[in-house]
């Protein structure tokens, strides 16, 4: 037993005695509080005497009912805050603690013991603190240094000074099991046995064991941009979260929960991931994929492709006709190139080359496509473009004035008041009386005069029509973003050979009312460059994980969105498993977003979550895979196992699940390429008991054996993981090596390959260099 054993567990036990004290003072102090919210809001109405007879009193009853409010929300707010340092104690009734350093201050004599914790804790004086939140600045050295000379960053400035020693410790349900002095043990004990714990249905928070690399992303705080490229299982969506709950700690005046975004890959990654920060004690971020703003702001037009549709026919599709045009097309529109040039587009617009739509009303053109384009391009040339069309839309809903005077004499609006409903009209003489000054009891004396009745209707049947001219609409976006596709002058830039047929199918889609998911994006930048870019200022941070699957249009798009917020995305381009995907690793566009000052870059190579073996394997599979550095973690070498045929694949696959489950192993996951392949699988093992069907539209992270296209797999791991088919017949294409890797990389402790027939080139690196074992038969 470690000599410090004793010590440490009474320190606990007195830690611990704070912690259930704190925790009875505040059930009672949020029950009370409770209570009293509870009563202000029933009796709410008994305080506020409600009396409008004079101006006076009519005063006095808003502020009387204001103040009432403001003490309703002052409850709320202190009951909700006593509520969330609650859970938090809760949190730290079972881990207090996970750290300790002994840090001496330059020029001060006496050395500090600081503990470390997910939240600060104070002795029963409110003087001293017994526990320090992760995320105080003295914390960061436990993060940063081994012992030795080590500083940390204040508000007030450097602290400079000595870390004389520092402690890790394993403490479960208030009992201390272990604890580790690092200053003189060698490796990472605690480490080894998190990473080699079994899955869980949602991510863990990695407080206790933040690297010194991911210490550096999680507080990074200067610039506008943080880019982070790290290996498959490096720490990214963990450092992504911690780093939510730093910012939510150090900025707690000033940024909520709800003004910080993830865009993530997918709706069942989200839910993998919700439990981190409330785990920390704080709120969840806002979750968002960009598919749903995508579909926020195009669907009511379009018919829009999914990013998953287009994978599927990526993956599927290799036989048809077009295959080779679709995926040419898809790369060239998610390209800097293409980019740039629809920037350059809008611009010659302002020239030449904007389509309108006639302006209708009850089936009739009241003014044409060719009278907008002769007023656009005929008058204030000088000024910029936006402001052209402010002058375009009040020469509009001038001509809409007149149009509406020549309409009072059309036989249908006599018609439609001889159709009014009473009710309506009713409403109609209110509105009436009240603009011509009658006082509510004066009203039923007014007369309405016909004409201005009949102003009303037409005013009211018009009012479609200024709500379009408000909004742009009449602007014909679908045929400006066509022309690029029809007139072979407008795009300044190389094209691919396959030119043509894109052309094509890009109209024959907007001809069906269709977007592909590779039109979307640049479709809806164009239409924002024409109209103005919608904007949210009060987000001040997005993180954008999985980035490597975003095209420069995506990003532009979400800096323009976003302008108050401050941008961290995360990506791994070994992962890139989109048909867009670069060939090689482009951080410039990144760069250039906000610029070479605003913008840091981190790498990371080290990867925590498989075992030695597996890291040692899928890094064979991929270019320059030898910076990637393996945690060491022992495990068996992963498994291939060649098979003649399918039924032979299946039964030996559902003999390897039982095998993992007699292991020990709860979290499989049998990874298909694509949904249709996975359909196949998963019909086919559907004997092994519990098994599970993953497809897009899966909301929540199941648990269990689960059958999953690799590209759902992105982003989350399995204890085991069983690749289904991985012969060349299935993985042969060369663009396939990158989903190939982040299928390997899900898994945490075992990794089994099977194939039919011959195995994939994928993996002739690793059989050369004994990286798999071979198993004949199972
Ligand atoms: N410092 C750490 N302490 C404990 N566990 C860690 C640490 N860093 C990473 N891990 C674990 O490693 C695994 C991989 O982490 P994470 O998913 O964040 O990596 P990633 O880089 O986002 O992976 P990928 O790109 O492959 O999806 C997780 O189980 C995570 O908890």
Same mark, same amino acid.
């Given at each position: ?14 830690? $611990? ?34 009396? $409008? ?37 809760? *949190? ?81 349900? #208030? ?40 210490? *550096? ?9 943080? !880019? ?39 709706? $069942? ?58 995926? %040419? ?32 009303? *009850? ?97 009211? %049947? ?97 800096? *323009? ?33 906000? #610029? ?25 599979? !991929? ?20 098979? #003649? ?5 299946? $039964? ?18 049998? !990874? ?17 008991? #519990? ?88």
């Amino acid at each position: 037993m470690n000599p410090h054993s004793q010590q440490e567990q009474e320190r606990l036990n007195n830690v $611990m005695n704070v912690i259930n004290d704190q925790i009875q003072q505040l059930e009672s102090d949020t029950l009370k509080l409770r209570n009293e919210v509870i009563n202000t809001r029933k009796h709410f109405w008994d305080e506020v005497k409600v009396n $409008m007879d004079t101006f006076d009193d009519y005063l006095e009853t808003i502020i009387n009912l204001r103040q009432e409010a403001q003490a309703l929300s002052v409850g709320e707010s202190t009951h909700n805050h006593a509520a969330k340092r609650l859970a938090t104690l809760q *949190r730290m009734k079972s881990v207090p603690y996970f750290g300790r350093i002994d840090f001496l201050e330059d020029g001060l004599t006496e050395q500090e013991q600081i503990y470390i914790g997910i939240s600060s804790l104070m002795d029963s004086s409110g003087e001293d603190f017994l526990i320090y939140d992760w995320r105080a600045p003295v914390s960061s050295v436990y993060y940063d240094y081994e012992p030795g000379p080590a500083q940390y960053i204040t508000p007030g400035g450097k602290v400079n000074g000595e870390l004389k020693k520092k402690w890790q410790y394993v403490i479960r349900n #208030g009992k201390l099991e272990s604890l580790f002095d690092t200053s003189l043990t060698i490796g990472d004990e605690i480490l080894q046995k998190v990473l080699g714990k079994g899955a869980d249905k949602y991510m863990q928070s990695i407080v206790a064991t933040i690297q010194k690399d991911q210490n *550096r992303i999680i507080r990074h705080d200067q610039g506008r941009m943080l !880019i982070v490229h790290g290996a498959a299982g490096s720490g990214k969506t963990s450092a992504a979260l911690q780093r939510i709950a730093f910012l939510l700690y150090k900025y707690r005046d000033f940024i909520k929960a709800d003004q910080i975004i993830l865009f993530s890959p997918n709706n $069942m990654f989200n839910s993998y991931v919700s439990n981190v920060l409330p785990e920390l004690g704080e709120e969840n971020m806002q979750q968002d994929t960009f598919q749903e703003y995508l579909d926020h702001r195009l669907s009511k037009e379009f018919q829009l492709e999914t990013p998953f549709d287009q994978l599927e026919y990526v993956l599927t599709a290799a036989d048809s006709p077009s295959y080779r045009a679709r995926i %040419k097309g898809i790369q060239f529109k998610a390209s800097y190139q293409f980019f740039e040039a629809i920037k350059l587009y809008r611009e010659t617009l302002e020239k030449s080359g904007l389509l309108f739509k006639d302006i209708k009303f *009850r089936g009739k053109t009241i003014i044409s496509a060719q009278q907008l384009s002769e007023k656009f391009y005929g008058e204030h040339l000088s000024l910029s473009f936006p402001s052209r069309l402010e002058k375009l839309q009040i020469w509009l809903m001038n001509k809409i004035k007149e149009a509406e005077k020549i309409e009072r004499s059309e036989p249908w609006v006599e018609e439609e008041i001889e159709l009014l409903s009473n009710d309506a009209y009713h409403k109609i003489h209110k509105y009436l009386a009240k603009k011509h000054g009658f006082e509510r009891e004066e009203q039923a004396d007014y007369e309405m005069e016909p004409n201005e009745l009949k102003q009303v209707i037409i005013r009211l %049947k018009m009012k479609a029509v200024r709500q379009q001219i408000k909004e742009l609409e009449f602007i014909d976006l679908e045929g400006v973003y066509k022309q690029l596709f029809t007139d072979p002058l407008i795009l300044k830039v190389a094209v691919p050979d396959e030119w043509k047929e894109i052309c094509q199918e890009t109209v024959q889609m907007l001809d069906e009312g269709k977007l592909h998911y590779e039109d979307a994006t640049p479709f809806l930048f164009l239409q924002e460059l024409i109209q103005g870019f919608q904007t949210n200022r009060s987000i001040k941070h997005i993180l954008i994980d999985e980035a490597q699957d975003y095209s420069p249009f995506q990003f532009e798009s979400l800096k *323009r969105l976003f302008p108050s917020a401050k941008m961290t995305v995360l990506g791994d381009f070994n992962q890139a498993i989109f048909a867009h995907a670069r060939e090689v690793a482009d951080f410039q566009m990144l760069t250039n977003l906000y #610029g070479e000052e605003q913008t840091e870059v981190i790498n990371m190579t080290r990867s925590y979550r498989s075992t030695k073996p597996i890291i040692e394997f899928t890094r064979s599979l !991929i270019a320059n895979g030898e910076n990637i550095i393996p945690f060491d973690r022992d495990g068996d070498l992963p498994v291939l196992a060649q098979v #003649g045929n399918k039924s032979e694949l299946h $039964m030996s696959i559902m003999f390897k699940v039982l095998k993992l489950q007699s292991k020990g192993y709860e979290n499989i996951a049998i !990874i298909c390429k694509s949904a249709e392949e996975s359909k196949q699988a998963f019909e086919e093992l559907s004997k092994i008991e #519990g098994i599970k069907l993953i497809k897009t539209g899966t909301a929540e992270f199941e648990q269990g054996v689960v059958v999953i296209p690799s590209y759902l797999a992105k982003g989350i791991e399995f204890e085991a993981v069983i690749i289904y088919d991985a012969s060349e017949q299935v993985y042969g294409d060369e663009s396939l090596r990158r989903i190939f890797y982040t299928a390997c990389t899900r898994a945490m402790h075992e990794l089994h390959l099977y194939s039919v027939g011959k195995p994939s080139h994928f993996i002739k690196k690793a059989l050369e260099n004994n990286l798999l074992t071979l198993e004949s038969n199972s």
